[in-house]
């Protein structure tokens, strides 16, 4: 790797991973800013504001962003999350300069213009209809509510179709000028990349993004609760969940072991025994999400509503059990698997750009690769049962959706892993 790393007066920090032998570079813009920011009003803003940043600026149509990234041959995306949101493209070697006049066009010269706002705001509600129309999706939606409920980590990013349908320019501009702040903007770029070229242009493309401080989001509280909808389904769909770690606790590398090893796999014990001995699930897995100042730990499934209540003991049991008995050779798996999903990463240069950007938004610098994999193999077996045990020890949060009456309740999940 060969990270480079400028910070300009304005605060605003740019990160470049040079990928030799590669002909084109991924590049974009990270904002420390997501749902997790938003007012009880604002529900939703952060999605529509990306949506907007590609609807028309000063010096550019919706139709002329679209032309001029493709003529080049590139594409251009963005993302929402409950803790930032992204602005990324993909372009030949020779025009980064170019996606980088893109991306400063539409962070400071959008101009939202009514009409296209209308228009946008239709499909935003419209891709929430699509959500409310996936099972598999909105019950973790669900979920997240259950677990942090009443507060902004635990909406939807989406929004609600009532509060998208609210929302004007003023809204908007408000927003952008809280929160897309220099200081909490990362610029990143990597594969056939030349960092100094890329610094100078980010200052001359970025120089009106403010320097002052953005907001802070709003502090998470997991409690745990149930969230559950009847429908009729082919299967009922349902998330177990506790607290985790967050990417600053101790225990975070620990835990995704413990995770990779109950259920990360075809080969994990959750996969075995709930799906390959007893049949009981076509699908179901473990997961670990870390924030910022939480995390959320637990199992998702999807099975015939017969086969439910089998289903939670049995897989409730095997992460229990895995607290005392997990053994070595199941943890150099979960090990092994972790590694190879991280370096996987550094092969795509789309990936890179996101690691890097996302790991100096939380730790304010890149980790070195070493020191990943380091912490990973420097785990012991102790260690990653405790995290599970840490984990499984907190307030259960219960979502399903489907034919719900067989489910075990909040209580009961509590009670049989005691």
Known sequence: MAIKVTTLPSGLRIVTDDMPNLETASIGVWIGAGSRHESDSEHGLSHVLEHMAFKGTKRRSAKAIAEEIETAGGDLNAATTSETTSYYARVLASDTGLALDIFGDILTQSIFDPVELEREKSVIISEISAAEDTPDDLVFDLFTDAAYPDQPIGRTILGTPERVSSFDRSSIETYLARHYAAPSTIVAAAGAVEHER????????????????????????????????????????????????????????????FCNAVGGGMSSRLFQRVREERGLAYSIYTFHWPYADTGLFGFYAAASHGDVAELMPV??????????????????????????????????????????????????????????????????????????????????TLAAIGDTKTIMTQTRIAQFLA
């Not at 509280?221 to 770690?245: A, D, I, N, P």
């Not at 150099?332 to 990936?351: G, H, I, N, T, Y």
């Not at 193999?377 to 990653?384: K, S």
């Open 198 to 257: 890329i610094v100078d242009e980010v200052g001359e493309r970025f120089a009106a993004l403010a320097p002052t401080s953005a907001a802070q989001m709003v502090s998470a509280h997991y409690l745990g609760g149930t969230k559950v909808l009847k429908r009729k389904l082919e299967q009922t769909h349902l998330v177990v969940g506790f607290e985790g770690s967050s990417f600053h606790d101790e225990q975070e590398f620990a835990l995704h072991v």
């Open 315 to 396: 897989a409730l049991a095997c992460m229990r059990e895995a607290v005392d008995d997990l053994n070595a050779d199941e943890m150099q798996r979960a090990k092994a698997q972790m590694k190879v999903s991280w370096l996987a990463a550094l092969e795509s240069s789309a990936a890179r750009a996101e690691q890097i950007a996302r790991q100096h938004l939380f730790f304010e610098r890149v980790l070195p690769r070493e020191e990943i994999i380091g912490r990973i193999d420097a785990l012991t077996l102790e260690e990653v049962r405790q995290a599970g045990a840490r984990a499984l020890s907190t307030v259960p």
